[in-house]
């Protein structure tokens, strides 16, 4: 591999889970709760997580790549699959782009689509430095990935960013957010187009019917052959895509937050609802059209 493996992420059976956790409780490791968490467990220079969603385990650290090896696929998983990533999905190495969105769920911010267009050499790249789904990786390092991502040679890449005013006009015309993605990843694959003619594939994960996605193309999108199918995150053009859009999301948050003194939150929790009256107390509901999405029904209570 080109470099060290710091980051790793594998789903599992729930009897993976449990010959997991045994494994590193007798490897010492200090185990502690953590949110949506079945376990967390802290050793030598490794910090594993194990998500109730999933199951999945997420490795972090210096050590992901010598545990990955010599434990986790032989003790646990019973396979070798790290380093054969391309006989094991050799689809995944192809010159593609992948399309993926960051935002559609929370209230304040933008909508932001982002494509990527990889190839063998670039795949490569982004696999050995730890480039995976962006729901799976910490803010801080969403904006290191996203500046590897931008700089990875032969990688082209778009975003779209779609700002709360626009959003809200685009919603109000339109008024279905399946039709907006379709119009959103539709541009990101044309504008691609433009950067690789010759790329024959696009792949995006499945959000609505695939023909909304089809019909949305204009004549070079149209050309290429277009796949849908749920948790494309695992494809390493899509997770590029992710981190690119997730990186200007958090962008326009923080451009946000300074600008309003006082911090955006992300999501759709309680935490958002207090934030959104305190602007609207000190600004007027009017301000809702130019930081969030207005058919939330968190807007309901002001508009």
């Not at 220079?45 to 790549?65: A, C, D, F, S």
């Not at 209230?107 to 789904?133: C, K, N, Q």
Request: charged residues 25%.
């Amino acid at each position: 591999m080109a470099g060290t493996l710091s980051s790793y992420t594998h789903s599992l059976s729930r009897s993976q889970v449990d010959s997991l956790r045994r494994i590193l409780e007798q490897s010492g490791f200090i185990f502690k709760d953590k949110p949506h968490a079945l376990f967390a467990a802290s050793g030598e220079k490794l910090h594993v997580t194990v998500y109730e969603k999933g199951p999945k385990v997420v490795l972090q650290g210096k050590g992901t790549e010598d545990f990955v090896r010599f434990t986790l696929e032989p003790e646990v998983l019973g396979a070798a699959e790290l380093g054969y990533e391309e006989e094991l999905n050799p689809e995944m190495f192809e010159p593609h782009f992948g399309i993926d969105e960051s935002g559609k769920g929370d209230f304040f911010g933008p909508l932001v689509i982002a494509g990527a267009y990889t190839d063998r050499e670039s795949a490569r790249i982004l696999l050995d430095e730890g480039v995976m789904d962006s729901k799976k990786i910490s803010d801080p390092k969403i904006r290191k990935l996203a500046d590897l991502i931008r700089q990875t040679p032969g990688l082209d890449h778009e975003v779209i960013m779609i700002g709360p005013k626009k959003y809200n006009e685009l919603y109000s015309k339109i008024g279905n957010l399946n039709k907006l993605l379709a119009w959103g990843h539709a541009t990101a694959i044309e504008n691609l187009c433009m950067k690789r003619p010759d790329c024959k594939r696009a792949l995006s994960d499945q959000f609505a019917n695939p023909s909304r996605l089809n019909s949305a193309l204009g004549k070079s999108g149209r050309e290429i052959h277009l796949q849908q199918r749920t948790k494309a995150e695992s494809d390493i053009a899509v997770a590029a895509a992710s981190i690119l859009a997730r990186d200007k999301f958090l962008w326009w948050m923080e451009q946000a937050s300074e600008k309003y003194g006082q911090p955006i939150p992300k999501g759709a929790s309680k935490a958002v609802r207090e934030t959104a009256a305190k602007l609207v107390e000190k600004h007027g509901k009017g301000i809702l059209f130019n930081i969030a999405k207005t058919h939330f029904k968190t807007a309901l209570e002001w508009l």
